[in-house]
């Protein structure tokens, strides 16, 4: 039980990555709170979890990423109802692979409104209680193309970069406030984001993949528990690889 008493937040907890997350903090013991984009599958997933664990301590909300005040509320709410926020997951995504000369501006910015300014405003409203309680766990979804970049949808590896780069920052200013800050860096991994791409784009991604494979939504929830935990205390600022040495 690697998270015994502890309480996490984990954005875009509904499905894929995000989901598998929350179940494995809720294995872990922890209670959580998991974020959607809509009440519909945010109490879809609160179901699944349930008909597995009718005692699982976890409840769901859907605010705006983008709006810090709606944020605020929900982050406050689940420290008032569980009595902390010991650990924010900024997973909630969007990827992209428009072609660069057609690309419009407005779509550009949507990407980099979920993808990295939902981040700096989660991890703003987590930051300020976690200072307040003494400390915490910041952990943001990165991803292997924000080490190498991709070649099309633009918007999707630049938010990527940032997201490395929010995280290294944060690391460095809220480790005065024993906050620990650290993304991980999945590679293709069977979800719904996968499911969404052209076939022939995931063979031209997975090819490459020494291990040969796509990775499992469990095998990148595994990589969150560690950081997570207090078996890392002393790692932040760190990008963990979980690609099966895609690329390198
Ligand atoms: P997914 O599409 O299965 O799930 C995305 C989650 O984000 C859902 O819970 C959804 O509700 C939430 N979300 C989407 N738009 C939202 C919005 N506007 N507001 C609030 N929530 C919203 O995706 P996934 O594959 O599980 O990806 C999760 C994270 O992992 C993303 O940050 C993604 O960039 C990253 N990632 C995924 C892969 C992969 O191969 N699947 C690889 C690298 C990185």
């Known amino acids: 039980m690697l998270l015994q008493g502890k309480v996490a937040v984990v954005t875009g907890g509904t499905r894929g990555i995000g989901f598998a997350i929350v179940k494995k903090f809720l294995e872990n013991g922890a209670k959580v709170a ?4 809509r ?25 705006n990423l983008m709006d810090a005040s709606e ?33 419009k ?19 703003q409203a987590a930051a300020k209680i976690m200072k307040e309680q003494g400390g915490g766990v910041i952990l943001n979804t990165s991803s292997m193309v924000s080490l190498y970049g991709q070649p099309a949808g633009v918007s999707y590896p630049a938010s990527k970069f940032a997201v490395n780069g929010l995280t290294k920052s944060l690391a460095r200013e809220l480790g005065k406030d024993q906050i620990r800050v650290n993304a991980v860096a999945p590679g293709v991994t069977r979800t719904d984001m996968v499911a969404a791409l052209p076939e022939d784009m995931v ?30 205390s002393y790692v932040t600022g760190e990008i963990l690889s979980v690609d099966g040495a895609a690329m390198t």
């Open 203 to 232: 063979k031209r991604i997975t090819a490459p993949i020494p291990l040969g494979r796509v990775g499992e939504p469990e095998e990148v929830a595994n990589a969150f528990l560690f950081l997570a935990s207090d078996m890392a």
């Open 71 to 103: 944020v605020e509320e929900v982050f406050t709410k689940v420290k008032d109802m569980y009595g902390s926020l010991d650990i924010l997951v900024n997973n909630a995504g969007v990827s992209a692979r428009e072609s660069f000369y057609d690309y």
């Open 39 to 63: 009440q519909e599958t945010v109490d879809k997933a609160l179901q699944k979890i349930k008909e597995e664990d009718a005692n699982a301590e976890v409840v769901g909300y859907w605010p």
């Open 34 to 37: 998991l974020l959607g984009s």
């Open 105 to 123: 501006p407005e779509e550009f910015e949507k990407v980099i409104d979920l993808n990295l300014n939902s981040v700096f405003i989660c991890a």
